[in-house]
């Protein structure tokens, strides 16, 4: 199996070329650490600043064999006189292992090297029995632990900055992640209120402009084109209401926007003359039945009831046979026994078996919203065919704990 041998980092070649330069300056000058050994063994420390030298080169890439490869070259330069510039190396060394090693090393690191101080201290103190064996034990500290000591201080403040610069992306990412979830609910939201808002004027307009093309009779023409005008009026006017609550700038003179009108529940009724104007020539009658009572309710509440209602009775308008269009609403009891909660339930029920083809086009969108209003509420939503006749159900929860947060 073939073995990578990493390239010495460029820092680390600067590192041992400078400090063979200096070594070898010290040794022409005879500049020894301890000279009367130098005068017996003094070609022998360039050797050792050599090895050193090599180790100095792994102190990054090759650890721990550029420590184990110092470790006894210091030792045995301890016995050639030794130059300062290779005592020097070889704390480099030992900084290094304990800032790029693995974190086993550098943890075992300082306890190793303070144990080492220790023993040297008082193995020269048993031997000599002469207090400079202290002294010797503190330069033993000063290239052992004190290096170590430094390497794992800086280690941990790397470690800790690059744990706060990962939190700081991961909030970030969560933070990009929040906004993009707020712009997909703010665009949903306006999608629902957008179709909710001109979907039934604009069906009712394209079904009345179908009677006034095909009908030659100039009175139904013109309740038509009136029936078109009436329409077209109300959409601009709730067209205008939604940008007004899109808009986020403040008026000319600093105040903010009034907020407009939220539609109520107590507007249902003209909701349904609306309608019923809307399918006169379709054959549909239309009944509101509210056993609410103008009781005031929970905003959004009554914001989702009222677009309910609306965009089932466009649906009925579009899809229904002639017959009655029933829409009722009540306070039930859901939940079991024990826990139950206050909910509106809202019904509407038209008759099936309308025409081949829808009198007005639509997108299907409008049970995607309903469905998407309900489960804002936390509420349950069901469409389709009861007893021959197509059903709107929904209960919306009265109590504040309800709906998504």
Same mark, same amino acid.
């Given at each position: ?11 680390? !070649?600067?590192?041992? +070329?400078?400090? &063979?330069?200096? =070594?070898?300056? *010290?040794?022409? @000058?005879? $500049? #020894? /650490? ?36 110092? !470790?006894?070259?210091? +030792?045995?330069? &301890?016995?050639? =006189?030794?130059? *300062?510039?290779? @005592?020097? $190396? #070889? /704390? ?49 500290? *000063? ?263």
């Amino acid at each position: 199996m073939a073995v990578t041998i990493a390239r010495p980092h460029r820092d680390d !070649v600067l590192i041992a +070329v400078c400090g &063979a330069a200096g =070594g070898l300056a *010290l040794w022409f @000058l005879g $500049l #020894f /650490t301890n000279p009367p050994l130098a005068e017996r063994h003094g070609e022998l420390a360039l050797v050792t600043l050599a090895v050193m030298c090599v180790a100095v080169l792994g102190r990054r890439v090759a650890q721990p064999w550029a420590l184990l490869l110092a !470790v006894p070259t210091v +030792v045995a330069d &301890a016995f050639t =006189g030794s130059v *300062l510039a290779t @005592l020097m $190396l #070889f /704390t480099d060394v030992v900084y290094a292992a304990a800032l790029y090693g693995r974190p086993r090393l550098s943890r075992a690191l300082l306890p190793a090297s303070v144990l080492l101080s220790v023993a040297v201290t008082a193995a020269v103190l048993a031997v000599s029995r002469r207090p400079e064996a202290v002294v010797l034990g503190i330069v033993c500290a *000063l290239v052992t632990a004190a290096p170590a000591g430094t390497g794992i201080l800086v280690r941990q403040h790397r470690d800790r900055a690059a744990a706060e610069r990962l939190r700081a992306e991961q909030t970030a990412l969560l933070a990009e992640m929040d906004r993009k979830q707020a712009v997909h609910a703010e665009r949903a939201r306006v999608a629902r209120e957008l179709h909710d808002l001109v979907a039934g004027h604009l069906s009712a307009i394209a079904l009345h402009s179908t009677a006034a093309q095909s009908l030659d009779d100039p009175a139904a023409t013109g309740r038509a084109l009136a029936v078109i005008r009436e329409n077209s009026v109300h959409g601009l006017a709730e067209m205008r209401r939604l940008i007004s609550l899109l808009r986020s700038e403040e008026a000319e003179d600093g105040s903010a926007p009034a907020p407009a009108a939220v539609p109520k529940l107590a507007g249902l009724s003209a909701l349904v003359r609306r309608a019923e104007a809307d399918g006169d020539g379709a054959g549909l009658v239309f009944e509101l039945h509210d056993e609410i009572g103008g009781r005031p309710l929970p905003a959004p509440v009554e914001l989702a009831a009222y677009r309910l209602v609306q965009e089932s009775l466009t649906n009925a308008l579009k899809h229904a046979a002639p017959g009655r269009v029933r829409v009722r609403l009540a306070e039930r009891r859901t939940g079991e026994s024990g826990r139950e909660r206050p909910a509106l339930s809202v019904s509407v029920a038209s008759p099936l078996g309308g025409p081949a083809e829808p009198r007005a086009p639509g997108s299907g969108s409008g049970l995607v919203g309903m469905r998407e209003r309900v489960a804002l509420l936390g509420g349950v939503f069901d469409a389709g065919e009861r007893d021959g006749r197509w059903l709107v159900r929904a209960l919306l929860p009265l109590d504040e704990g309800s709906g998504e947060r």
